[in-house]
């Protein structure tokens, strides 16, 4: 059983920066990619950035230039920082550790971006 925590989220102005922290349980996480997904109230749940066991990563486009995903892996840790935030970026942001039929969820973490 993995679990995920996530961290770091607030209110923050357009503009400003946050990092995001999720911490995994289990001896498992150095081998799978992990991911951080969003879901914006009204909207459905979307990928955000994506990180190989490797460390190879990948955004969606509205995040690119903007967003930076990185894991320390002795760290059991995954991290999502975020600058030049907009508020269109207000969600709640999930770690995700896509294994299995479901794969595992953190709880979520709140990010505003708000004046």
């Known amino acids: 059983q993995v679990q995920l925590v996530e961290s770091g989220g607030g209110l923050v102005q357009p503009g400003g920066s946050l990092t995001l922290s999720c911490a995994a349980s289990g001896s498992i996480f150095r081998f799978y990619a992990m991911t951080w997904y969003r879901q914006a109230p009204g909207k459905e749940r979307e990928l955000v950035a994506a990180?190989?066991?490797?460390?190879?990563?990948n955004y969606i486009d509205s995040v690119k230039g903007r967003f930076t995903i990185s894991r320390d892996n002795a760290k059991n840790t995954v991290y999502l920082q975020m600058n030049s935030l907009k508020p269109e970026d207000t969600a709640v942001y999930y770690c995700s550790l896509p294994l299995g039929e479901h794969g595992y969820w953190g709880q979520g973490t709140q990010v505003t971006v708000s004046s």
């Open positions: 990180i190989t066991s490797g460390g190879i990563t």
